[in-house]
């Protein structure tokens, strides 16, 4: 049993939909840290949780009143910080979305790790947000932060991390979103996370060229002339390490990533395919620029399996992890 002390400032574990497999791999998770030195809270209504702790055969969540006592209640179950009972999933997770984001803009947990919602189940109640990210930075748009702000998010997973220049639209509309100021921006949020947050100095930035073999010199489009190639050149101007427009087919093997530390993705699945195929069962969502440390399991409610106990937590406990290192790196970098 590793007998290290616990974090007295956990993270914030959020509840997800509570009708897709959020409960289950929390509790998974938890039972995969019990014996470490892991500490987060879950911000949820108890009742949610008890009958999947009871279907797993597993301790009931421990209620604690305030996120400091979840060092203590670690080893016996999931420290769980009770919200009210909401009147429907879409609100239970909503409530657990804004509870945790309270409790990491005003310091008493590290950071946030958000479990999957459905955009569909909050799109019918009302929800005005695209998904996670834009909700995450409208709730924290006013805290101070120092730096160029996001959201920009970023997919970790298999020695490759991506962030994305546009994420929830059509390709076609996203093809029509790029401009040299959203690549730009993109960058700049990149660089400044993997310094303060990653701990890595001088980072290296990759940029993904758009059409095949990167345009071939305008033979194949012209979108690289006209929009990558000078959005580079201006990172280049502000003291940025980047390379690129860079063949989207040679620049994700062994190789190539060696010579960057993350790669700028100009669309959704050109960024997401290679981290899945690399390590699909450990990808995680990072959401840079925000004034609090966010990540997220790479994954959806996997309604169809929820409540069968089948649900991996790999996702989830990776996503703990690497929450909890990037809270230790910027707290050091402060």
């Not at 400032?9 to 791999?25: K, Y």
């Not at 909401?86 to 958000?114: Q, R």
């Not at 998904?131 to 120092?146: D, I, K, P, Q, V």
């Amino acid at each position: 049993m590793n007998t290290a002390p616990r974090a007295t400032t956990p993270l914030a574990l959020t509840l997800g939909d509570p009708d897709g497999i959020g409960p289950e791999i929390s509790l998974k998770a938890w039972q995969h840290h019990r014996d470490t030195d892991a500490c987060y809270v879950l911000l949820a209504d108890p009742d949610r949780i008890v009958p999947v702790a009871d279907a797993l055969s597993l301790p009931r969540p421990i209620v604690i009143e305030h996120p400091e006592e979840a060092a203590t209640a670690f080893a016996r179950g999931l420290p769980t910080l009770a919200l009210a009972a909401a009147s429907s999933s879409a609100n239970a997770a909503l409530s657990s979305i804004e509870a945790a984001v309270g409790a990491a803009l005003d310091g008493t947990v590290s950071g946030v790790v958000t479990n999957p919602i459905s955009k569909s189940v909050l799109y019918k109640a009302g929800f005005q947000f695209p998904g996670h990210t834009e909700y995450l930075a409208h709730l924290s748009a006013n805290a101070t932060f120092r730096g160029a702000k996001g959201p920009v998010m970023m997919l970790s997973g298999g020695g490759l991390r991506c962030a994305l220049v546009t994420i929830h639209q059509p390709l076609r509309k996203a093809i029509d979103a790029l401009t040299v100021d959203r690549i730009r921006h993109t960058a700049t949020v990149t660089a400044e996370a993997l310094e303060r947050d990653f701990a890595i100095r001088r980072p290296r930035l990759a940029v993904a060229g758009l059409n095949p073999h990167a345009g071939e010199g305008g033979a194949l489009g012209q979108e690289e002339i006209q929009i990558v190639e000078p959005a580079i050149e201006a990172l280049r101007m502000a003291g940025l390490d980047v390379i690129g427009p860079m063949p989207p087919d040679t620049m994700f093997h062994a190789e190539a990533r060696a010579h960057y530390d993350a790669a700028i993705c100009l669309y959704h699945d050109q960024g997401l395919i290679p981290v899945k195929t690399l390590d699909f069962h450990r990808g995680v969502n990072v959401t840079l620029g925000l004034p609090m440390i966010r990540t997220s399991p790479d994954h959806g409610t996997a309604f169809g399996i929820a409540g069968q106990g089948l649900a991996r937590p790999d996702s989830l406990i990776a996503a703990i992890e690497l929450g909890a290192q990037l809270s230790v790196n910027r707290a050091r970098a402060s």
